[in-house]
């Protein structure tokens, strides 16, 4: 599984960063994570960031996830 996210160089980018870290230990699994900055944006056809992306398709957009509900993105994404 290959995350992207898209403006990690920004405040919720970190944040989502650091959910993800925090998530990645609770599961006790690896993610490969990619970090694109803000100018790599229309790359993507991004237009609102934060974004995240698994597997090239958009996840979430605009918004910082939860741990919660990071969570429950990944494991559906697994299943």
């Not at 898209?6 to 990619?34: A, F, P, Q, T, Y």
């Amino acid at each position: 599984m290959q995350l992207k996210i898209i403006g990690s160089d920004c405040s919720n980018g970190m944040k989502i960063m650091k959910n993800l870290k925090k998530v990645e230990k609770d599961l006790n699994i690896k993610l490969d994570i990619e970090q694109i900055p803000i100018s790599s944006k229309e790359k993507y056809n991004i237009k609102i960031i934060p974004t995240i992306m698994i597997n090239d398709k958009k996840i979430s957009e605009g918004f910082v996830p939860s741990e919660r509900e990071l969570t429950k993105i990944l494991k559906e994404e697994t299943i």
